[in-house]
T-cell receptor, first 112, second 108 residues
Framework: KAGVTQTPRYLIKTRGQQVTLSCSPI?????VSWYQQTPGQGLQFLFE???????NKGNFPGRFSGRQFSNSRSEMNVSTLELGDSALYLC???????????FGSGTRLTVV | AQRVTQPEKLLSVFKGAPVELKCNYS??????LFWYVQYSRQRLQLLLR??SRESIKGFTADLNKGETSFHLKKPFAQEEDSAMYYC??????????FGAGTILRVKS
């Protein structure tokens, strides 16, 4: 059974640009969540999607957005990148509420 | 507000010694608690869930609602247990609130 797949693994972007990250969940998992991991703030919840609907949202500015497709694949977008957006972005999928997540390897975003 | 506190940034023990990684939480509802582990250069992975009351790799964790704690324990540490451990609370569906994490170093 394939795990959670995130692409790309690494990205370098310039301030002011925008970026799109992709996540393919485990087959059959309908809930997909995104987290930002930084040394200073740790793991912070961005948003969760279930059946193409955003069900939960964390405390991030509107520059951070996401969506989920009918096949449960998800994308997150960050517009007008800032240096502070440099982080490891993790995607996770779950089979059911409160069942625990399976995480992907993450996308390492560096903003210069 | 939901909050998870892991008071130790680093816990260093000798091989064969008992391990206890502390986790305290703040949540007004009925919590679902997890321990996740991240070994060096590997992805974050679920270690155990409180609701399943299982033992994984010799680790156990008991939910103490009176003390709002969910400490992770292992009677005899092994070198391969060295990793970053995160305690997490599930709130509002599938949103996970993580603690800051504790690095466990098992010395030979």
């Amino acid at each position: 059974k394939a795990g959670v797949t995130q692409t790309p693994r690494y990205l370098i972007k310039t301030r002011g640009q925008q970026v799109t990250l992709s996540c393919s969940p485990i087959s059959g998992h309908r809930s997909v969540s995104w987290y930002q991991q930084t040394p200073g703030q740790g793991l912070q919840f961005l948003f969760e999607y279930f059946s193409e609907t955003q069900r939960n949202k964390g405390n991030f500015p509107g520059r951070f957005s996401g969506r989920q497709f009918s096949n449960s694949r998800s994308e997150m977008n960050v517009s007008t990148l800032e240096l502070g957006d440099s982080a490891l972005y993790l995607c996770a999928s779950s089979q059911a509420d409160r069942a625990g997540y399976t995480f992907g390897s993450g996308t390492r975003l560096t903003v210069v | 507000a939901q909050r998870v506190t892991q008071p130790e940034k680093l816990l260093s023990v000798f091989k064969g010694a008992p391990v206890e990684l502390k986790c305290n939480y703040s949540y007004s509802g009925s919590p679902e608690l997890f321990w996740y582990v991240q070994y060096s250069r590997q992805r974050l992975q679920l270690l155990l869930r409180h609701i399943s009351r299982e033992s994984i790799k010799g680790f156990t964790a008991d939910l103490n609602k009176g003390e709002t704690s969910f400490h992770l324990k292992k009677p005899f540490a092994q070198e391969e247990d060295s990793a970053m451990y995160y305690c997490a609370l599930s709130a509002n569906g599938n949103k996970l609130v993580f603690g800051a994490g504790t690095i466990l170093r098992v010395k030979s």
